[in-house]
């Protein structure tokens, strides 16, 4: 069992950074893949970033390639999620999420989710 904590969101320019953090608790945090995701209203949980256990394997939605940057350390059982260049559209609700396994970019497939943190981009 899991639990994970986000932290990190608020307001932003256009332009502007932010870093994410989710904090995980429990047993085994360095055997999960862990990924974050978002979701605007209106819309669908989309996939962002996601890291797998090792560290060594990263992707990336194409829409923050370049600009997002995912990684963990496992030593402090935590993830972050670095946002450089924001822009408006990046708005939403992100969450933190774990999986067994390799990361993958379907929501469904992830078992354990934090409660999100809101973040907000204005030009």
């Known amino acids: 069992q899991v639990q994970l904590v986000e932290s990190g969101g608020g307001l932003v320019q256009a332009g502007g950074s932010l870093r994410l953090s989710c904090a995980a608790s429990g047993r085994g945090f360095s055997s999960y893949a862990m990924a974050w995701f978002r979701q605007a209203p209106g819309k669908a949980r989309e996939f962002v970033a996601g890291?797998?256990?090792?560290?060594?394997?990263?992707n990336y939605a194409d829409s923050v390639k370049g600009r997002f940057t995912i990684s963990r350390d496992n030593t402090k059982n935590t993830v972050y999620l670095q946002m450089n260049s924001l822009k408006p559209e990046d708005t939403a609700v992100y969450y933190c999420?774990?999986?067994?396994?390799?990361?993958?970019?379907?929501?469904?497939?992830?078992?354990?989710w934090g409660q999100g943190t809101q973040v907000t981009v204005f030009s």
């Open positions: 890291r797998g256990w090792s560290g060594f394997h990263t």
């Open positions: 999420a774990a999986k067994t396994g390799s990361t993958e970019v379907v929501p469904d497939r992830y078992e354990y």
